[in-house]
Structure formats: C-alpha cells, structure tokens
C-alpha cells in the first residue's frame, strides 16, 4: 500500500513563498506532481513531473512554481514563489505507479 506524506502548507502573505514536500512510501514512481483545489472550484492540475524529469505546469503558476523530485527519496516537492490570494487552495500531491495514489492534502492561504 502506497501512502503519501505532505508537509510544508501554512499561511503567507502574498509576494511570499512556499515550499511543499510529499514523501511516498514504497517502489519509484512514474509521475509525481501536484492538484489543488480551492473553494468551490474544481480539483486542478498544478504541476507534474516524469521519472525523467520532463515538467508540465498550469499556465497560472509557469514562472513562479517549480517542481522537483528526489527519486532516491521518493519525494517530490513543490516551490512556489510570488504566491497571489488566487493560489490560495489545499494542495493534493499524487504519484503513479501507473495507479494513482493521493496525499492527504495540505493548506495554502495566501493573504492580499
């Protein structure tokens, strides 16, 4: 069984940064990355990155977010930089093994 650990949510001003983190237990993983969704929206893609190191991002977040993994650790992280109110959402991470597995979630409040 697959379980996934997120760390790194909070509270920040906007302009601020943020790094997340979602270390998985068990084989390495194809692709890493990371949805979030915010009230009353629907869950959204952020960023995804291969066992290759080939990274896709949300036109919202291209240029102020970065997603990297450590294979050898098998965590992927996510550094958000320049955060805005409008990122403000809970951050799910997710691996593929090619079934997807899910984190628990962690909170991001930007405030204006």
């Known amino acids: 069984q697959v379980q996934l650990v997120e760390s790194g949510g909070g509270l920040v001003q906007a302009g601020g940064s943020l790094r997340l983190s979602c270390a998985a237990s068990g084989s390495t993983f194809n692709a890493m990355g990371w949805y979030r969704q915010a009230p009353g929206k629907q869950r959204e893609l952020v960023a995804i990155?291969?066992?290759?190191?080939?990274?896709v991002y949300a036109d919202s977040v291209k240029g102020r977010f970065t997603i990297s993994r450590d294979n050898a650790k098998n965590t992927v992280y996510l550094q958000m930089n320049s955060l805005k109110p409008e990122d403000t959402a809970v951050y799910y991470c997710f691996v593929d093994l090619p079934s997807r597995y899910w984190g628990q979630g962690t909170q991001v409040t930007v405030s204006s």
């Open positions: 990155i291969t066992r290759g190191g080939t990274t």
